[in-house]
């Protein structure tokens, strides 16, 4: 069982910046993938950004330039830092982990520009 707690998410003005955080227990090493989902407003739940076992990201067109994903496996702790932020990005950021076939959510945290 993992357990994924998010923080770090609120109110900015358009052109600023967030980091978010999502503590993972009881452990990161063991996850294949990690990544953070997003879900505006009437809209439907989508991908963010992404990183794997090894260290490999990958990223939404959307995002690609502005947001960078990073693990930190000693702490157990995955980030999303957010710069120029736009209106386009208020949404409830989740963070999520897959486990085998299982995949794992944290209970979100909103982002609002």
């Known amino acids: 069982q993992v357990q994924l707690v998010e923080s770090g998410g609120g109110s900015v003005q358009p052109g600023g910046s967030l980091r978010l955080s999502c503590a993972v227990s009881?452990?990161?090493?063991?996850?294949?993938?990690m990544g953070w989902f997003r879900q505006p407003p009437g809209k439907e739940r989508e991908g963010v950004a992404a990183i794997d076992s090894d260290g490999s990201t990958t990223y939404a067109d959307s995002v690609k330039g502005r947001f960078t994903i990073s693990k930190d496996n000693a702490k157990n702790m995955l980030y999303l830092q957010m710069n120029s932020l736009k209106s386009e990005d208020t949404a409830l950021y989740y963070c999520?982990?897959?486990?085998?076939?299982?995949?794992?959510w944290g209970q979100g945290t909103q982002v609002t520009v």
């Open positions: 999520a982990a897959i486990v085998g076939a299982t995949m794992y």
């Open positions: 009881p452990s990161s090493n063991s996850i294949n993938y």
